[in-house]
Nanobody, 118 residues
């Protein structure tokens, strides 16, 4: 089992910055790729940014130049700049992992609320 715990969400004014963190724990599973997803009310969950085990990053077009994803061991970070109201959503941490039997699993955090409002 892998546990993912997000932190750093909150209320921010438009144009402000925020840093989200995700702490992953698990000894039996080996985490490979990780990413951040978000879901706004009435909208589908969408991929915001991802990072592979080799360090390759990918971003949604709507956040390019404003969001920065990074990983240090099992700690995933999302640095967000120039926030706008459209960024308001619940942000979820995701991890792809493999067991010692080489089976693939997907794990999700409970999410952290980001609200951008004046």
């Amino acid at each position: 089992q892998v546990q993912l715990v997000e932190s750093g969400g909150g209320l921010v004014q438009p144009g402000g910055s925020l840093t989200l963190s995700c702490a992953a724990s698990g000894s039996t599973f080996s985490i490979t790729d990780m990413g951040w997803y978000r879901q706004a009310p009435g909208k589908q969950r969408e991929l915001v940014a991802s990072i592979t085990g080799g360090g390759h990053t990918n971003y949604a077009n709507s956040v390019k130049g404003r969001f920065d994803i990074s990983r240090d061991k099992n700690t995933l970070t999302l640095q967000i700049d120039s926030l706008n109201p459209e960024d308001t959503a619940v942000y979820y941490c995701h991890a792809e992992a493999y067991s010692d039997l080489r089976a693939r699993y997907d794990f999700w955090g409970r999410g952290t609320q980001v609200t951008v409002s004046s």
